[in-house]
């Protein structure tokens, strides 16, 4: 019922899929191409087509090409899934973000936290733990995976994003200390920076872009799911359904959570396009 519904949605908008499916071999017709042994098997038991399916071997299961992406295009994920014992699970599906050089796009490049533009009032040193910097009242406080990232946009725009210029430790703390305040990292900085350094919190959150999240999963039988994923996220990680900035690239990853295994068969990433609409002649 999901799945037509959201075909119905498609086709209402005037959209349909392209037919091509991106990912190589994705109904493990051609065995263990594209795919890690330690994560995945083959499976000839009950497969939802052809002659094979996948069995869920690791928690984290990804596909080791990259698919080529036009986020300003629109793309279906599809999967059909049936459980392999009796626990419940949380069934992630998701895109591993890569950028135009092939490398993870992670989270705390594209994550900023709104406001906290501001800037170094001393020299910052790679071996320092404590930085030194103008304003940070509206910094979070409390440990939240949040990191300094260095040489950000200050004007707001976000032109820095995605932001690779991070400290290699969390922030543990924010205090204010005189006319300035202290952020004090659980591990040195990394690298030095000047004073008068434009800096701002960015926080790790989704590892990955996860357009399809489905709680409670437990079915011995074929069960579909389906989401588009398409725009781009100009700063942050959600929704799941939209490309992180700076995507160029993506793997498939696949996450049973709470330990239960999963079988796959006939995971598709589709190109969807405007459905082509003939003019009646003299009508513009």
Not at 163 to 173: P, R
Not at 194 to 204: E, F, L, M, W
Not at 211 to 218: E, R, S
Request: aromatic share 8%; net charge neutral; with cysteine.
């Amino acid at each position: 019922m999901r799945t037509l519904v959201m075909l119905v949605a498609l086709a209402a908008a005037g959209i349909c899929a392209q037919g091509q499916n991106l990912i190589v071999n994705g109904d493990a017709e051609n065995g263990m191409e594209n795919w890690n042994d330690n994560q995945v098997a083959v499976c000839a038991e009950k497969p939802h087509d052809g002659k094979n399916c996948f069995k869920s071997v690791a928690g984290n299961i990804q596909t080791k090409e990259l698919i080529p992406v036009d986020p300003s295009k629109a793309y279906k994920l599809s999967g059909w899934f049936r459980s392999g014992d009796n626990k419940k699970i949380k069934l992630l599906v998701g895109l591993v973000p890569h950028n135009e050089s092939k490398k993870w796009l992670q989270s705390q490049f594209v994550n900023p936290v709104a406001g906290t533009e501001t800037e170094l009032v001393q020299n910052c040193k790679e071996t320092d733990t404590v930085i030194k910097v103008k304003e940070a009242g509206k910094w979070k406080k409390e440990p939240t995976n949040s990191l300094i990232a260095f040489n950000v946009d200050a004007t707001g725009g976000y032109k820095d994003i995605p932001n690779t210029e991070l400290s290699t430790g969390n922030v543990i703390k924010v205090e204010q200390k005189g006319g300035s305040w202290e952020l004090t990292l659980e591990k040195p900085c990394g690298k030095p920076y000047p004073a008068g350094t434009k800096v701002r919190q960015h926080q790790r959150s989704a590892t990955y872009i996860y357009p399809l999240t489905v709680n409670d999963f437990n079915s011995t039988e074929w069960q579909e799911v389906s989401a588009v994923v398409k725009d781009v996220a100009q700063t942050g990680c959600y929704p799941g359904t939209k490309f992180w900035n700076s995507t160029k690239y993506v793997k498939i990853v696949i996450l049973p959570i709470n330990g239960g295994i999963i079988y796959f068969d006939d995971l598709k990433l589709e190109e969807l396009k405007a459905e082509v609409k003939n003019t009646p002649e003299g009508e513009k």
